[in-house]
């Protein structure tokens, strides 16, 4: 069974940082992308960024520079590291982790979610 178990959100003023942790317990599960979403309320849930199991990434528009993300392979862990936040920032984040026994099983997992608020 997959878990995915997320860490690291909090209250923040503008300006600060914080960093999320997302551990993968992945049986005989191969891991082939790991990335982070968030869901505002009254809004839809949007990628946030993504990392392939090559170390690729991608990050929406406006938090490149201010987002880092990071996986650590031997660990099964995504992280995110945010800088500079802002109050639109605020949101649920959810890791997600693209997994399968094989490339042609593979389906999104979803942790439970990490409360990220930005305020003064």
């Known amino acids: 069974q997959v878990q995915l178990v997320e860490s690291g959100g909090g209250l923040v003023q503008p300006g600060g940082s914080l960093r999320l942790s997302c551990a993968a317990s992945r049986s005989i599960f191969s891991i082939y992308a790991m990335g982070w979403y968030r869901q505002a309320p009254g809004k839809e849930r949007e990628l946030v960024a993504t990392i392939g199991k090559a170390g690729n990434t991608n990050y929406r528009d406006s938090v490149k520079g201010r987002f880092t993300i990071s996986m650590d392979n031997g660990k099964n862990t995504v992280y995110l590291q945010i800088t500079s936040l802002k109050p639109e920032d605020t949101a649920v984040y959810y890791c997600?982790?693209?997994?399968?026994?094989?490339?042609?099983?593979?389906?999104?997992?979803w942790g439970q979610g990490t409360q990220v608020t930005v305020s003064s």
């Open positions: 997600n982790a693209v997994m399968g026994v094989t490339w042609a099983s593979r389906r999104d997992y």
